[in-house]
């Protein structure tokens, strides 16, 4: 892309169609480079099996075309029109209880109705040849937030889908029933048609069959993808395909996902009641440039101001906003669209925001608008520039689905609450993160944490070992290296195939009960979880040097390791058996200070971000400031030029409460990559 798109998703089907050319006029004056359309234009393109109508859509196109607008147009398959669902009520999603969900919200399909995706796909079709010439056309917009209301379906279908899924993963039902460990309560299997979804069950299910249900849903609705994208580019092979990702969502691998797509993009609902929403939206907007190794990505959905489906649905307060859609920016993005375009007037998102409020162009919201528009388009420049990480972290969607079983020593390990702390540490020391797959490349990075690897394979411990070996940094949670692939314990323990590389066992899992806490040495205090862990001793140890950091201060842990370091190769491990509480953000600090990860832009005043991209042009970078806080804040600056404003900054910065910064310096910055 050449310039930063601004603008977001358009339904004109909910407006007479005289209002469309005010809508377009809007928009060039708002500054809109591409709008989002026929999201959920279904049962208006085609009103019944046989019948299309396009006229309308054709008009639509033009007039945007005429007033300089690009598009990003809709497959329009997240809604299935009523004609279909009556036709094939077969079609309609059911639950793990065998409730069959009904028409009148969206996305009520089975993801394996084979009816589905035959009219999901002549629609494709049918859009891709009628408007794969059209100069509108800028980026195809592949269903709509997959996983958002429907992830999986137990209906019969999805069972004998699931059947197929399992014959490929497997081969052999020998190799299942090692694979589920059938041997335990009888569950042994002597047909793969014996084999239905992980339905409500009189007691706990079998966990490795649930791993591998999670594991099928992900790629039961990647094949649908899929099965679009191959339509599109077989019509349009020079139009690029996006879909928009949920941010950090659980039931998707994005790993695998990601593979599938031309650009990232994302929606992403930050909540303004929440102090700390920005650190997330900043670890979600991380994850998102990282998918794709870097690369820009599209924020492709966000609130102009309230949202409409919490319970309460706090507006943002003015210049909130601009803030948090220049921290997209910040942190790779090539785009900032919006959902929506005009405010609806009828639906369930009627009270959801959007760039054209409901008193239209006297609001604050079309103020807003009109002067953040302006403001992009004097970042032009920004386009296609990277940024890359200094620290990564370690993200296995796998791992996450195994960790988060049943009948565990508790429940309340959560890949989210134990991530969000550990990120938050490196994010206030201004330490810009990547995240990585445990088999990724990790050459470079100064430091690696891996908040929590409950499953881990051998393979990818051996990559971890190699990064460590060669020099590196690796900060591993407790809970990890516990079960294998198949979500089987591995044999000695855990932390499984890490033990040579940690220098520790674990004799015991201690989780903490509610309302506790344990201290760890001088740190602070863990919560949730703490473990009885032995030096390791034996051949394949490598004891030598670990060293105890810190030790639980009382209970019956007290005087025992908590936290290790153990000296490996040219590099270090800890093992933190503690991996939540008040004590992390001391220990991550002493990590990245061992391991040289430091800031961007030292001395930096609390609640001011900095990150940096960089341009094409070498000589090039651009660094971002944005304060967070609520009263004005002095930043040190390098000699530069600030994009928002045309003026030359140096020295030191004024940045006003939810103020910022874009500074063109070719100053060599300190290097917070690798």
């Known amino acids: 892309m050449n310039r930063i798109h601004y603008g977001g998703d358009y339904n004109p089907e909910q407006w007479p169609e005289e209002v469309w050319a005010k809508d377009a006029a809007l928009m060039r004056e708002a500054g809109v480079t591409m709008v989002t359309v026929g999201v959920f234009s279904w049962a208006r393109l085609q009103p019944g099996p046989d019948q299309w109508d396009f006229g309308w859509f054709d008009r639509l ?120 460990g059938t041997a335990f309560w009888s569950q042994h299997y002597g047909s793969f048609d014996h084999i239905e979804p992980p339905r409500t069950a009189p007691g706990p299910v079998n966990p490795t069959q649930v791993l591998d249900w999670r594991r099928f849903c992900s790629d039961a ?50 909540d303004p009641a929440d102090p700390l929403s920005h650190v997330t939206a900043a670890m979600n907007y991380d994850l998102m440039r990282s998918l794709k190794g870097g690369r820009p990505w599209l924020l492709l959905e966000q609130a102009p101001s309230a949202v409409s489906w919490r319970p ?52 604050r919201g079309w103020r807003e608008t009109v002067r953040f528009g302006a403001e992009l388009g004097r970042l032009a420049e920004v386009a296609g520039s990277r940024m890359r990480g200094g620290v990564a972290i370690v993200l296995d969607w796998e791992s996450w689905w195994a960790l988060e079983g049943t009948d565990h020593p508790s429940e309340r390990m959560r890949w989210p609450e134990l991530l969000r702390p550990w990120y938050r540490a490196l994010y206030e020391r201004g330490v810009t993160v990547d995240f990585v797959r445990p088999g990724g490349d990790l050459d470079g990075y100064r430091a690696v944490l891996a908040p929590s690897l409950y499953l881990l394979r051998e393979e990818d411990a051996k990559n971890l070992t190699a990064y460590v070996a060669g020099g590196g940094h690796l900060v591993c949670g407790g809970f990890s290296g516990v079960v294998d692939g198949h979500d089987h314990l591995h044999d000695g323990g855990a932390p499984g195939p890490l033990r040579p590389l940690l220098g520790v066992a674990v004799d015991e899992f201690w989780p903490v009960a509610d309302g506790e806490s344990v201290p760890v040495g001088e740190l602070g205090a863990a919560s949730l979880w703490t473990e009885w862990i032995e030096v390791e001793a034996g051949p394949e140890a490598d004891t030598g040097t670990v060293e105890t950091v810190a030790a639980y201060g009382s209970g019956p842990l007290a005087g025992r390791p908590a936290i290790t370091r153990n000296a490996h190769g040219a590099g270090a491990a800890w093992y933190v058996s503690c991996p939540h509480g008040t004590h992390t953000d001391a220990l991550l600090g002493r990590v990245l200070a061992e391991a040289g990860a430091g800031p961007v832009v030292p001395g930096l005043p609390a609640g001011v971000a900095a990150t940096v991209r960089n341009g094409q042009d070498p000589a090039h970078s651009y660094l971002f400031l944005l304060n967070h806080s609520d009263g004005p804040a002095d930043a040190p600056v390098p000699d530069g030029t600030d994009l928002l404003t045309g003026s030359p900054v140096s020295g030191r910065l004024r940045l006003e409460p939810l103020g910022a910064a874009v500074i063109r310096t070719t100053h060599p910055l300190p290097q917070n990559d690798r």
């Open 61 to 180: 196109l033009d007039l945007l075309h005429t007033h300089g607008v690009a598009v990003d147009l809709a497959t329009a398959t997240a809604s299935p029109p009523a004609w279909l669902v009556r036709a094939h009520p077969e079609s309609l999603p059911v639950t793990a209880d065998g409730v069959r969900l009904e028409f009148g919200s969206r996305q009520h399909y089975c993801p394996s109705s084979p009816e589905y995706r035959t009219a999901a796909l002549r629609l494709v079709r049918a859009l891709a040849e009628r408007y794969k010439n059209h100069p509108a056309l800028a980026l195809w917009h592949i269903h709509n937030e997959y996983g958002d209301h429907v992830t999986e379906c137990f209906c019969a279908r999805s069972a004998a889908h699931f059947r197929r899924w399992l014959v490929e993963r497997y081969g052999t039902l020998e190799a299942l029933n090692h694979a589920w």
């Open 221 to 270: 609705l990647l094949e649908l993808h899929r099965a679009e994208r191959e339509v599109l580019r077989e019509v349009t092979p020079e139009v690029p395909a996006t879909t928009n990702f949920m941010s950090m969502m659980k039931d998707l691998d994005y790993w695998r996902w990601a593979e599938h797509e031309d650009v990232v993009s994302d929606d992403a609902y930050p």
């Open 312 to 363: 309460v649905n706090v507006p943002k307060k003015p210049g909130l906003g601009r803030l948090w859609s220049l921290q997209a920016l910040a942190r790779g993005a090539d785009g900032i669209m919006y959902f929506q375009w005009r405010q609806a007037r009828a639906g369930a998102e009627k009270f959801h925001s959007a760039l054209l409020p409901h008193r239209g162009t006297a609001s």
